[in-house]
C-alpha cells in the first residue's frame, strides 16, 4: 500500500497535468482532484497481492494493437459485404483469470475489440455477443486472457 499511494498520485497528478495543458492556474483544483482520484482508485482497485509485470504489458500492448487493427479491417470488410456477411449470436465464454482488476481488464479489452463486447459475467463464465459467430472468438478471447495472465503475473 504505500508504494500505491505515491505511485498513483503521481500517475493522476500527471493526467491532470495533461488535462491542464501544463498550466499552473488549475492546480488548486488539480490538488483536491488528484487526492479524491488517489483515495477513490485505493478503494475501488487495492493494490494487488499479485505482481504487475512490465514485461506482460508489453506482450499486452501488442496483442491488443495487433487484433485491433486486424479487427477493425475485418469489421469494415463485414460491413460492406452487408448483412449477409454477419450471423451475430451469444458465446459463453468459461474463464480462468482471478475476479479483480484481470477481469475488468479482459471485458474492458473484448468490449474495444472490433466484433465483440461482453455483456454478462457470472463467477466462472462471460457472456458475450458477436458480430459473426463463425470467427474464431473463443480461440481470440483464450489468446487475451492469456495475455492478461502474464500482465497481472500468473498464467492461464
Known amino acids: ?32 482532484a488528484v487526492t479524491a ?17 512490465w514485461i506482460g504489458l508489453f506482450g499486452f500492448l ?4 495487433w ?23 451469444w458465446v459463453d465464454l468459461p474463464i480462468a483469470l482471478p475476479p479483480g482488476g484481470a477481469r475488468v481488464l ?13 455483456v454478462d459475467m457470472s463467477d466462472t463464465t462471460l457472456r458475450l455477443h458477436v458480430l459473426d459467430v463463425r470467427l474464431p472468438i473463443v480461440a ?3 489468446a487475451l486472457e492469456a495475455a492478461i495472465a502474464r500482465l497481472f503475473g500468473g498464467a492461464t
Open 1 to 32: 500500500m504505500s508504494k500505491a499511494i505515491p505511485f498513483r498520485g503521481l500517475l493522476f497528478a500527471l493526467l491532470w497535468w495533461i488535462l491542464a495543458e501544463g498550466r499552473l492556474e488549475g492546480w488548486l483544483l488539480g490538488g483536491f
Open 37 to 53: 482520484a488517489t483515495w477513490a482508485s485505493l478503494r475501488l482497485w487495492p493494490p494487488a497481492t499479485r505482481p504487475f509485470r
Open 62 to 65: 501488442r496483442f491488443f494493437l
Open 67 to 89: 487484433n485491433s487493427i486486424r479487427g477493425g479491417i475485418q469489421v469494415a470488410s463485414m460491413a460492406l459485404r452487408g448483412r449477409a456477411a454477419l450471423r451475430p449470436d
Open 106 to 118: 479482459l471485458v474492458n479489452t473484448l468490449g474495444l475489440m472490433p466484433g465483440t463486447v461482453g
Open 140 to 142: 481470440e478471447a483464450r
